[in-house]
């Protein structure tokens, strides 16, 4: 009889391996099919009309013109807008589509919307434009403490709004065929895709829409549902009865799909001479658009600090809304907190790695901190290169070193799996789930194939359509711990269901039986054996199909999947002074995620995480102008990415041992993207002798800073 | 008004009437059904849409449909030879260099580009070649490690390839 709980180490022949990536081939010969590529007979394209302005009444829309041009087949306002307020530019009010793009281009040009302009708010960094009542949060006494305090630190820190660009922008393709709606789209949830928006744009009710998503590219929390676009084409597709794509062109990709919030803070800390943290207290304000809040997780992860005061201010502004980026709020509250931590140890002169092992002792898992930050240490060589803040060494070239600590959940998500063992002794896998590129396709056929016994080719993993069981988002690093536990629940159960049909055939009862190596066998007497395909051919001309069911918090309790981890992150940094350019030494993840399912995707997730964090740290910015309120790099010219040349040297640890892995599964998309900015930052603030206050560390920047420090 | 045109494409003969506003990326991947070249940010700055015309590296999303009369374009669905993919094709796989992947195709295809015309690349001609194709999950760790790899085992297999590439019959 098979059970479900995890193989015990030793007996692991693919669990914890590293394994290449299921989808490798298809990708690398460019026959992978993503939502963009997706042609239909017939189709059409659609283009958008958005508003040029960043408030203003919409007074009227008038699409007759663009309706009557040859090659215009439906058209799409907003009419619930009219006489209300648009509220940030490229908000969208009408749509076309057309027998091609560029006649679908040229009709959105001719659509006529007429607006009132009103003055609107793009300022993001000046605390007096919150409007709101501010969040509070006060533990202890803090003036008291700041009162005993040898030192009290203040500083004034800040992480802009960047955004999600994914290189496979949103949107999908939608067809109305017999009754059904058919949608194709970019998108991280294929499960809960189909809702009411498009149901209620297609006239479809939500048990008759398809969703299907093979492949797509990138969503990083932008893309978990239809979004205008999404309800658009729906409706543009049922009024011209064709299939209808609709991709955003990147400005607008960068503009309204997505956006983190930006978060500033003035905070103030105060400690003992030896390191010990007693108070802080923080004013954190930023943006998330019209919507949202302002992250305030702030001491973040040292958050046993006992007197603590925080004030949090929302600041509306009319730019596009923001949506979930990896490790929401997370690697704003880090860079917050890590920063002012460290210009906290730098105050009291004191090394920053014995400084940070006193102050994670202040948080929820001090001890795996301190491993941690021990190994990271060694990995970078903190005792060879460290220094106290600011590079003695001559010249204008300054190295330095810093480091960040961070916290997240993980915990898998519901799941629903179908695994069927056929009679010819092929096996497959359903599930209403995704591939992001994380690798969540291997992790499937993994748990699946080490299950039955088989290697993993003889495993065929079906998921991207909402037709199959339902299973979670891929969003907050639930995925590997959803899937994988319903995957394994369905395969042991179709198993256990395979072993009562061949244990007599055997003369053994079902208990005594394995599968192993491509063979079901006695546990006990391991020659009596029957090949796989033997085995599955005793089903006759019946299939087993067995549904396994992931329910979080039961899995949690029994030891399959858990949640919270901690990591801890390094960099080694070099800074010209006299042009101000920031470049990558050196990074160091050491990472905390339980049982590991596939380390080489595992290890590709921190290594990419890494390379994210160099981006946001020296690069990614989303630039407003206050006077019109236009996003100013809204290509990806200007808005820069990190390229093959930024990357430096990576060194990722993954804390694999038993008392990890006993743990259960954890996600692991979002931590090691948390800490990169605090870790870099606080590496140049080590370098140059000065903090540079404001991510992304631009050349400007730092100038700005070593000037202001007195340093140049 | 269409205009004809006439390329080749993989090593076939393509001819066909257009609007002459439209790009090579939006024919190869509408007309002829080559969706493996991808179209990222559609204004040449990500270079997801890198195919070869007449051997070098381009951006096919810049690239007018009319500017390749007459000229061998090569996208990702014709480097393989024989049923096997390129020699860069399965460094890219064995190294896992990819994670959505969807700047992959172009990725490769510029390695190809440039493993043609240097076959021996040093680490900064590699950098330099290859900082333009934008890869937003930033796998470029496990991407350099395969551009690496390829450049040592695709020199001979790749030369092999131009000659009969070189003489189509």
Sequence with gaps: MATAKWPAIDKRTLIGKRIDRADGPVKAAGVARYSFDINRPGMLWAKLVVSPHARAELVSIDVSEAASMPGVKATWKDDSLLGKEVQYIGQIVAAVAAETEEIAQEAAGKVKAQYKPLAHQANDRDPTLSKDKPATRN???????????????????????????????????AELRNDELHVWPSTQAVS?????????????????????????????????????????????AKQAGRPVKLMLDRDLELMIAGNRPSAFAKIKVGAMKDGTLTAMETEVWGTAGMGGGVPQQIPYVIDRIPNVRLTAKRIQTNRGPAAAWRAPNHPQSCFLTMSALADTAAALKMDELEFFLKAVQLSARAEVYS???????????YKQKAHLRGDPSGGSVKRGLGMSVHTWGGRGHPSECDVTINPDGSVEAKLGSQDLGTGNRTVIAIVVAETLGLPLEAVRIEIGRNAYPTSGGSGGSTTVGGVSTSSRFAATDALNALFAVVAPKMGVQPDALEANGGYIRQIDKPDNRISWRNACALLGVNSITKRGVNVPGESEKQGFISQGVGGVQMADVSVDIETGVATINEMVAVQDCGMIIDLKTAESQVYG????????????????????????????????LSGLKDVGKLKVHMMTSKAYDDRGIIGLGEPPVISPGAAIANAVANAVGVRVPHLPLTPDRVIAALQKGGII | MNVNVQFTVNGQLQRLSTDPRRTLLDVLREDLGLTGTKCGC?????????????????????????????????SIEGLGRNGRLHPVQEAFIQEGAMQCGYCVPGMIVATVGLLRRNPKPTQTQILDALNGNLCRCCGYGNILKAVQRAVRSVAPAESATSSRTGNPK
Aim: glycine share 12%; charged share 25%.
């Design chain 1, 139 to 173: 533990t202890g006494n803090v003036d008291e403490a700041f009162a005993k305090a040898d030192v009290k630190v203040e500083g004034e820190y800040g992480i802009p709004v960047i955004t999600h660009c994914c290189l496979e922008s949103h949107g999908q393709v």
């Design chain 1, 192 to 236: 809960s895709y189909a809702d009411v928006s498009i149901s209620d744009a297609s006239g479809v009710p939500r048990n008759k829409i398809r969703v299907d998503c093979q492949y797509m590219g990138g969503g990083f929390g932008s893309k978990f549902n239809p979004g205008k676009w999404g309800v658009i084409s729906s409706a543009l």
């Design chain 1, 371 to 381: 491993e941690e930050l021990r190994i990271a240490a060694d990995l970078i060589g």
């Design chain 1, 609 to 640: 995480s890494l390379i994210m964090g160099v981006a946001y740290a020296l690069y990614e910015e989303a630039i407003y102008d206050l006077k019109t309120g236009r996003m100013l790099n809204a290509d990806m010219e200007f808005y820069r």
């Design chain 2, 42 to 74: 559609g204004e040449g700055q990500c270079r997801a849409c890198t195919v070869l015309l007449d051997g070098s590296p381009v951006r096919s999303c810049l690239t007018e449909i009319t500017e390749v009369e007459g000229r061998k374009v090569e």
